[in-house]
């Protein structure tokens, strides 16, 4: 088909105006992106509602058409976006987080005395222990057993977030000097979830590694005080965190100086009933590629059922997980907290067996 002459001569006029676009789109770019170094060095928000309106406003006014008033605000919202975009990408290296600002792993050492443990070196670490510490006795019977396996930190929780007031909330500082007498007596580390700041300075004085919780992602306060506690930090995802928002987390505590970060997947909300939550694996492939951080999976919370840990646990570490994190409990069925969803021993024992000699 011949094109006719006029639209020819048209085009090439096109194409000198998409240059010259092209060219001022790009001057634009360059200005803000030194608005943006600017703001970022203020500690300033890149995006401003109001300057944007304004910018509208002005176009909007100066507008004689042929385009609608509609369209030129909807084409200049694009710009204003790629431009924000622009903007949060520049300062993405800067991130203590991101993998540009620290290309090579982080390994986290938990160590107390001769005993230590290390996150995202050649070993996968398994964390076990039961949901919430009870008694004296379970964390007895519990480190002895999980010492018997293999297992070099233990976990225990004793200040609970439950959905109900009325759950069982913890023993709070008698559970911590619990878990931590029995870990020491049987040569284990111990990690225990803060949940309040006030409580950060006892539960450091007795675990080895802090937890903030999945529900407590996003409290910010909280993330300082475990930034500043001088503990490594097992940093569960917000169950309905956005990838980034828990990269920013771990900022959180990056920017206290605190760089001893385990990442922990747990599973995240969707619309999914036979597994409490959906374990995001890609998520796990994407920080170990975003971040230098050490990154492992809770199987226990992601399934919230017993019959799918090992699959779950060997897809964790397939995709690159430097260790797993499961709940085990003398008798699951008595517990005060996730009684569907502990293994009892001789169900470890089989997990363990399954696994095969994956652990350092
Ligand atoms: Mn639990």
Not at 57 to 77: D, I, R, W
Not at 186 to 208: C, K, N
Request: net charge negative.
């Amino acid at each position: 088909m011949q094109t006719d002459s006029t639209i020819l001569e048209l085009r090439q006029a096109v194409n000198a105006v998409n240059l010259e676009l092209l060219t001022k789109l790009n001057e634009r770019a360059a200005l803000v992106a030194q608005i943006g170094a600017r703001q970022t060095e203020l500690s300033m928000a890149h995006f401003d509602p109001k300057r944007e309106s304004e910018m509208l406003e002005l176009l909007v006014s100066a507008n004689a058409g042929p385009f609608s008033q509609g369209t030129v605000k909807q084409l200049f919202k694009e710009i204003f976006k790629a431009s924000l975009d622009l903007e949060e990408k520049q300062d993405k290296p800067k991130l203590k987080y991101s993998r540009k600002a620290h290309p090579e792993n982080t390994t986290v050492t938990v160590v107390r005395g001769d005993i230590s443990v290390t996150f995202g070196g050649a070993h996968k670490v398994l964390i076990a222990g039961p949901c919430s510490i009870e008694s004296a006795e379970q964390m007895d019977a519990t480190a002895a057993f999980v010492k018997s396996q293999g297992v070099t930190l233990m976990r225990g929780g004793a200040y609970k977030p439950r959905t109900s007031p009325y759950g069982f909330q913890g023993l709070g500082v008698a559970g911590l000097e619990i878990g931590s007498s029995a870990a020491r007596k049987h040569g284990l580390l111990f990690v225990a979830e803060v949940m309040d700041t006030r409580d950060v300075e006892i539960a450091a004085q007795h675990a080895d590694m802090l937890q903030v919780g999945t529900r407590n992602a996003q409290n910010f306060a909280l993330l300082k005080a475990v930034g500043q506690a001088g503990k490594p930090v097992l940093l569960k995802r917000g169950m309905s965190s956005t990838i980034e928002e828990w990269l920013l987390t771990a900022e959180y505590i990056l920017a206290e100086g605190n760089d001893r970060i385990v990442l922990c997947e747990r599973g995240i909300r969707t619309f999914e009933k036979w597994t409490r939550n959906t374990l995001d694996l890609s998520a796990v492939a994407v920080a170990k590629l975003e971040t230098h951080l050490p990154v492992i999976v809770d199987v226990t919370h992601a399934a919230g059922r017993t019959d799918i840990l090992t699959p779950l646990a060997k897809a964790a570490l397939a995709v690159g997980a430097d260790g797993v994190h499961i709940e085990v409990h003398p008798d699951p069925a008595t517990a005060l907290s996730d009684n569907q969803q502990q293994l009892d021993f001789s169900a470890f024992e089989r997990f363990i067996a399954d696994m095969g000699n994956v652990w350092g």
